[in-house]
């Protein structure tokens, strides 16, 4: 696969910015948001303000650290500016990010597999993409799947790859909103409904209608089978997955010994089965799949 590459004037073109710098055809290979970071690669700096600060006040330390350009409004970039690092000036560095995200989602042309809910997402993806054995597939790293790992993990994934596996996470009312009007899945997995950050929603039931409303427009949905598949199935139309113990059956009749002791292994490891045959694909190695320790995901 081919890592995705941008100069400095398509970034500003699809972003909007203001820009003035000396080399516009300077190629960037690698997005960073932690100035403590060293890049091996030439870097965009995304100086994003934070609960936890404002990015603009790194500005030289990710330049010290590989990052040759980046994203800023424009009293920041005055307040903090680095010689010799050059400035795409916005009016809004998460909104630019975003729109940066959105573009690159909008060249891509292959299936797209959104994976949300409360728990199991991280154990889904790296079963789906174990059981897929495609090393052209792409996939978030780890568990990004916040505001900020959404964006970053897609500006990743190459043009070239087979598909995307992404992984999403909401803690609070609106935030789906971030991604519904770009993300575009092709086919949606839904892992279940939990009580991880009902205080951000009015009521489980909103919080259960914000996560469909990713999957709006997507060609199939996988849920998993729980009190909240009728929620579901009264919003968007959708395939319950069942995750009996002891097997679980293939559309081909293959058949899959799935755990037997833990309920969430076993939903999570049917989940991924029944997205391998929905994409089209043989379960690769099924016995061999990774499994590791669950924790709770947003």
């Known amino acids: 696969m081919t890592a995705p590459r941008w100069t400095l004037s398509h970034v500003a073109a699809l972003i909007g910015a203001d820009f003035a710098a000396a080399m516009p055809n300077l190629e960037l290979s690698r997005m960073a948001t932690d100035s403590r970071t060293t890049q091996t690669e030439p870097a965009l700096f995304w100086a994003l303000t934070t609960p936890s600060g404002d990015g603009h006040r790194h500005l030289n330390e990710a330049f010290e650290r590989g990052c040759v350009a980046a994203v800023g409004t424009a009293e920041g970039s005055a307040q903090y500016a680095v010689e010799g690092m050059h400035v795409l000036v916005v009016d809004d560095v998460w909104k630019a990010l975003f729109r940066f995200a959105a573009a690159h989602r909008a060249a891509y042309r292959g299936p797209v597999v959104a994976i949300t809910g409360s728990n199991g997402k991280t154990s889904v993806k790296e079963q789906l993409a174990h ?128 755990p037997v002791e833990s309920e969430a292994e076993r939903s999570n490891a049917a989940l991924a089965l029944a997205a391998t045959y929905a994409l089209g694909r043989t379960p690769h190695d099924f016995d061999s799949r990774p499994r590791g320790p669950l924790r709770l995901e947003r």
């Open 131 to 258: 059981l897929l054995g495609d090393p052209t597939v792409a996939r978030s790293p780890r568990s990004y799947n916040s505001m900020l790992g959404v964006p970053l993990s897609v500006l990743q994934f190459p043009l070239d790859a087979s598909m995307w596996l992404v992984e999403v996470g909401i803690s609070e009312a609106g935030d789906m909103a971030r991604f519904t009007s770009w993300l575009n899945p092709t086919l949606g997995i839904f892992t279940g409904l939990g009580d991880a950050h009902d205080a951000g929603f009015a009521s489980r039931e909103a919080k259960l209608a914000e996560k469909m409303s990713l999957f709006r427009g997507v060609k199939q949905l996988l849920v998993a089978d729980g009190p909240w598949s009728p929620g579901v199935q009264g919003v968007l139309p959708s395939e319950i997955v069942q995750s009996q113990a002891g097997q679980w059956v293939g559309p081909d009749g293959q058949r899959f010994a799935v």
